[in-house]
């Protein structure tokens, strides 16, 4: 079994009471040694862990890991090389410090296009039929099919995936020696057999039925988080008279706090009075989002693959530009609709209030009209500033233009200093504006 001693080291701090993920991603970036992990810890805890007795712990969760034998192929943690990152905007307590996995890790990797589906656990033959033909489709285009084991619609997931010659990952609410539903065992072995991933946060079996009700909400969150895309098949909504699936409601819920795009299967004709899609009903009242049906089938989910694949992109080139200086504190990118300029979900740096900008407001506004590069050096002292940051002393505004010379977007930094931008900022932020333009120019 592969696994590091940072690994180690981050189980025994989550074994102390008290210590959860949020302290994790607050006081470690990982690959800390003993005395520093101490330190921090008894700043938390009072002064009452010395290394005899973290070692003692330490000691007591290899012994409980060996007992995993050959139904987990390793643990990886946060500062481990190869430890996934989340997809949508995370809070710390709820994003993943560390996971058991049997199969290949790299299948959540951001690399990959990765599609959660989810559902009812007693699907009629014609939602079933419904459900394979989507996941066929996303499959055959190169998707990682997410689930979580379940019985129903997420069995369905992952038996289509592999039939699909696919990918598929099935996140678990119990140790990787211990698989929950009992009845998937052989499912769960054939996803590995087949080049997929079975993947848990837990080491310890759950001590009561309550324990284990939130280890399933817990899953519901990693198959939100995980995914660039989630897919409800059909459930109840939680009013529905006597009955709902929970898990299929918490994992929407969470892709919608964390920025996740959602689509639902929904045929109007066919399901407006069928209970089961209750739940897809509710979820299209409160907001516009990708419904897919036995008419649009193929043309929205090769859309929404395309889209995804701009995404990932997109959020290549904002990491780039933030990793080139340090005086970039915020980065954005905005993309032109409608006389409006939209912020692309992926950004970094402070929460803004400006998500769309007309193109006759602000800097950016300005930048637009003007089809130019904008340099403001003191924001206080222009009136175009729409403010955001009290931290924000300047900006700096590029085009984004297709081969004719149109603005379809811009590429938008903030800075905390005076006078931060330069000619060389310039120049190097208008070469990555001429790649973004080439790229969104060939997917329009």
């Given at each position: 079994?592969?696994?590091?001693?940072?690994?180690?080291?981050?189980?025994?701090?989550?074994?102390?009471?008290?210590?959860?993920?949020?302290?994790?991603?607050?006081?470690?970036?990982g690959?800390?040694?003993?005395?520093?992990?101490?330190?921090?810890?008894?700043?938390?805890?009072?002064?009452?862990?010395?290394k005899?007795?973290?070692?003692?712990?330490?000691?007591?969760?290899?012994?409980?890991?060996?007992?995993?034998?050959?139904?987990?192929?390793?643990?990886?943690?946060?500062?481990?090389?190869?430890?996934?990152?989340?997809?949508?905007?995370v809070?710390?307590?709820?994003?993943?410090?560390?996971?058991?996995?049997?199969?290949?890790?790299?299948?959540?990797?951001?690399?990959?296009?990765?599609?959660?589906?989810?559902?009812?656990?007693?699907?009629?033959?014609?939602?079933?039929?419904?459900?394979?033909?989507?996941?066929?489709?996303?499959?055959?285009?190169?998707?990682?099919?997410l689930?979580?084991?379940?019985?129903?619609?997420?069995?369905?997931?992952?038996?289509?995936?592999?039939?699909?010659?696919?990918?598929?990952?099935?996140?678990?609410?119990?140790?990787l020696?211990?698989?929950?539903?009992?009845?998937?065992?052989?499912?769960?072995?054939?996803?590995?057999?087949s080049?997929?991933l079975?993947?848990?946060?837990?080491?310890?079996?759950?001590?009561?039925?309550?324990?284990?009700?939130?280890?399933?909400?817990?899953?519901d969150?990693?198959?939100?988080?995980?995914?660039?895309?989630?897919?409800?098949?059909?459930?109840?909504?939680?009013?529905?008279?006597?009955?709902?699936?929970?898990?299929?409601?918490?994992?929407?819920?969470?892709?919608?706090k964390?920025?996740?795009?959602?689509?639902?299967?929904?045929?109007?004709k066919?399901?407006?009075?069928?209970?089961?899609?209750?739940?897809?009903?509710k979820?299209?009242?409160?907001?516009?989002i990708?419904?897919?049906?036995?008419?649009?089938?193929i043309?929205?989910?090769?859309?929404?693959?395309?889209?995804?694949?701009?995404?990932?992109?997109?959020?290549?080139?904002?990491?780039?530009?933030?990793?080139?200086?340090?005086?970039?504190?915020?980065?954005?990118?905005?993309?032109?609709?409608?006389?409006v300029?939209?912020?692309?979900?992926y950004y970094?740096?402070?929460?803004?209030?400006?998500?769309?900008?007309?193109?006759?407001?602000?800097?950016?506004?300005?930048?637009?009209?003007?089809?130019?590069?904008?340099?403001?050096?003191?924001?206080?002292?222009?009136?175009r500033?729409?403010?955001?940051?009290?931290?924000?002393?300047?900006?700096?505004?590029?085009?984004?233009?297709?081969?004719?010379?149109?603005?379809?977007g811009?590429?938008?930094?903030?800075?905390?200093?005076?006078?931060?931008?330069?000619?060389?900022?310039?120049?190097?932020?208008?070469?990555?504006?001429?790649?973004?333009?080439?790229?969104?120019?060939?997917?329009?």
């Amino acid at each position: 079994m592969k696994y590091t001693e940072n690994a180690l080291n981050i189980l025994t701090v989550l074994s102390h009471k008290g210590i959860g993920k949020a302290w994790v991603y607050k006081n470690l970036k990982g690959n800390e040694n003993t005395e520093v992990i101490l330190e921090k810890l008894n700043k938390k805890l009072g002064g009452k862990i010395d290394k005899k007795e973290f070692e003692k712990r330490k000691n007591t969760i290899i012994k409980e890991i060996n007992k995993l034998n050959n139904y987990c192929d390793g643990i990886i943690a946060l500062g481990d090389k190869d430890f996934p990152q989340h997809r949508g905007r995370v809070n710390d307590s709820e994003k993943p410090v560390l996971l058991f996995y049997k199969g290949d890790i790299k299948l959540l990797n951001l690399e990959n296009i990765n599609i959660s589906v989810i559902g009812l656990l007693n699907p009629t033959i014609e939602i079933i039929e419904r459900e394979k033909i989507v996941v066929q489709q996303f499959a055959e285009r190169g998707a990682v099919i997410l689930s979580g084991l379940a019985y129903g619609c997420d069995s369905i997931a992952h038996k289509q995936a592999i039939d699909s010659k696919g990918k598929t990952v099935a996140i678990l609410p119990s140790p990787l020696n211990n698989i929950l539903p009992k009845g998937n065992r052989f499912l769960a072995k054939e996803i590995v057999e087949s080049g997929g991933l079975l993947v848990s946060e837990y080491l310890y079996n759950h001590k009561d039925l309550m324990e284990l009700r939130g280890r399933y909400v817990e899953r519901d969150r990693l198959q939100a988080l995980f995914c660039d895309l989630i897919v409800l098949v059909a459930s109840y909504d939680k009013d529905y008279t006597g009955k709902f699936d929970s898990g299929a409601r918490h994992a929407m819920n969470y892709a919608k706090k964390y920025g996740i795009p959602r689509a639902v299967i929904y045929d109007e004709k066919l399901d407006k009075d069928n209970p089961m899609f209750s739940l897809n009903r509710k979820i299209i009242k409160e907001e516009k989002i990708m419904v897919v049906n036995q008419e649009n089938c193929i043309e929205t989910i090769k859309r929404e693959i395309d889209k995804i694949q701009k995404h990932k992109i997109l959020k290549n080139y904002i990491d780039k530009i933030k990793s080139h200086s340090e005086k970039y504190h915020w980065v954005g990118i905005y993309l032109y609709k409608d006389g409006v300029l939209e912020l692309f979900p992926y950004y970094i740096g402070r929460p803004t209030p400006h998500t769309k900008i007309p193109i006759d407001k602000g800097i950016c506004g300005a930048a637009f009209r003007e089809n130019k590069t904008l340099i403001v050096n003191d924001v206080s002292k222009d009136e175009r500033y729409l403010a955001c940051s009290i931290y924000t002393k300047s900006e700096i505004v590029v085009p984004i233009r297709d081969e004719n010379g149109n603005v379809l977007g811009e590429i938008d930094i903030d800075s905390d200093y005076l006078n931060a931008f330069n000619e060389s900022d310039k120049e190097f932020l208008e070469n990555i504006a001429k790649e973004i333009g080439k790229i969104l120019s060939n997917s329009s």
